[in-house]
C-alpha cells in the first residue's frame, strides 16, 4: 500500500485550535497573520490584536524564530535575495529576518493579550527550538510554513507534541504534500490540515489555482485551507466556494506604514469585510435544492398566467385577441394558453379576469 493510498485512508476531517472549529460544519475560519506587520514594535503588535478582534477574526498567527534560527549571517551570494521582483530584492537573508522576527520576548505577553481579547493563538515554527519554546508557553496549534513543508525533522518534531499542525503547500508536490502528511501521522499528529499556497509576495491571483483544493481534500481526507498573499479578498472567497473552511491573510494597521509584509496585507477594514464576506458566501453555498424556497413562496405571485384582456361574451372563441398571458399567476397557467385558443366561452368574462377551466367549454 502506497503513501498516497495510506492517507487517503485516514479520515482526518475537522480541527479544533483551542476553542475554535474548522470543518465543513462551521463558518469559514480567518486566520490574521502578524507576522512583521508590528514593525518591531511590541505596542503595534498588541495593536494588531485588538484590530484581529475588532474585524471579527478567530485566530491570530505568530511566527517564532529568529535570524540564527532560520538562516546563517552570511553575505555571499546565495543569503542574497536576487529575485528582481521580489519586494526584498538584493537583502541578505539575515537582515530581513531580523527586521520581520517577531523577538521571543514578547510572544508570551501578545498570546495572553490575545486570550484576554478572546482570540486564540498559534504561530508558525522554523526549528526544533522554537517548539520547545512554545510548548512552555502552551501554545494550542502549529503552523508549517510552505518552504518547511520538506523539512521532515522539524515535521516529527511538532507531531511529537500532539497539537494540532497545519501544513502550508506552496511549492510541494503532491509526492511531497503526501510525505509531509504522513510523516506527520506516523509522528503522532491527530489533526492536521493543509493550505494551498503560492510561495510568492505578493502572489498573483492567476496563480491561486483554488481548483486544486477540493481534490486536495479528496485526496488526503483532511481540511484544507488558503494561505493568500494576493491582494483583495476575491481568491480567498473563491477557495471558500470551491471548500476551503479556512483562510490565512497577513493584517496590517496601515499599508502606509510600510513594513517588509505591508504590500500584501489588509487593513482593519478589509479584514472586517472578509470575515463577514466570508460568512455571507458560505451560508449562500447552502444545499441542492430546486423550487420556491419557503421565503420564495410569496413571489410566485409574480409568476405569469392566463387573463382575459378584453370582455368576452357567452359563447365566443377564445383567442389572443382576448386572451394574454401577463402577471400575476392568478388564471390558467401559460402552457395551456395554445389548448384554450379555439375554445368557446360558457359566460360572460369581464377583462382583467383570471382564466379558470369553468369558464371554458
Known sequence: MGPLVTAALRDLTEMKIGNVNIGL???????AEMSGNH???????????????????????????TPDTITLNCNSSEFVISNSKSLWSGRTLYDLYSEAHTPWEWQEEIISYAHKKGIECF?????????????????KGYKLASQEIVHLPLIKKIAATGKPLIMSTGMATLSEIDEAVCTALNSGAKEIAIMKCTSTYPASVKDSNVLSIPILRKIFNIEVGLSDHTLGIGAALGAIAHGATFIEKHLTLDRNDGGVDSAFSLEPKEFEKLVSESKNLKMSLGSVSFGPSKDEIPSLSGRRSIFVSKDIKKGEKFSDNNLKIVRPNNGL??????????????ENIKFGTPLKWDDII
Open 25 to 31: 460544519d462551521y463558518d469559514p475560519v480567518i486566520i
Open 333 to 346: 397557467h401559460p402552457k395551456y394558453f395554445e389548448h384554450i385558443i379555439g375554445l368557446h366561452a360558457k
Open 39 to 65: 514593525n518591531q514594535s511590541l505596542q503595534r503588535a498588541l495593536d494588531i490584536v485588538d484590530s484581529a478582534v475588532n474585524a471579527g477574526v478567530q485566530l491570530l498567527k505568530l511566527q517564532t524564530y
Open 123 to 139: 504561530s508558525s515554527v522554523f526549528d526544533e527550538s522554537s517548539v520547545d519554546f512554545l510548548e512552555s508557553l502552551g501554545i
